[in-house]
């Protein structure tokens, strides 16, 4: 039922920018807390960025602290990743998800989008 639909990958030079959306359907979508993640090859899902349902509260992986920012747009049912300074570390795929407010577990998952920073 629930739908999360990322885009905004792509290829972009170290130093670059780009910015993530992704489009949530199927929900209230005000009632959930929303997060980005990625995998890169080799290596397992870690944690990017969460906002809360509000968009009051923001968090960040230490890795991205300063160059990624996480909003949301309640009326527009989506969530950005704006990545700026991007490095090439930063190669992965990204993952939009969502978790219910109450209790904070995630519940579906978008089916990931492409990030390739090149040297």
């Known amino acids: 039922q629930v739908q999360l639909v990322e885009s905004g990958g792509g290829l972009v030079q170290a130093g670059g920018s780009l910015r993530l959306s992704c489009a949530a359907s199927?929900?209230?979508?005000?009632?959930?807390?929303m997060a980005w993640f990625r995998q890169a090859p080799g290596k397992e899902r870690e944690f990017v960025s969460r906002?809360?349902?509000?968009?009051?509260?923001?968090y960040y992986a230490d890795s991205v602290k300063g160059r990624f920012t996480i909003s949301r747009d309640n009326a527009k049912n989506t969530v950005y990743l704006q990545m700026n300074s991007l490095k090439v570390e930063d190669t992965a795929v990204y993952y939009c998800?969502?978790?219910?407010?109450?209790?904070?577990?995630?519940?579906?998952w978008g089916q990931g989008t492409q990030v390739t920073v090149s040297s």
């Open positions: 906002i809360t349902w509000s968009g009051g509260g923001t």
């Open positions: 199927g929900l209230i979508f005000s009632n959930y807390n």
């Open positions: 998800a969502a978790a219910y407010r109450f209790g904070d577990s995630v519940t579906s």
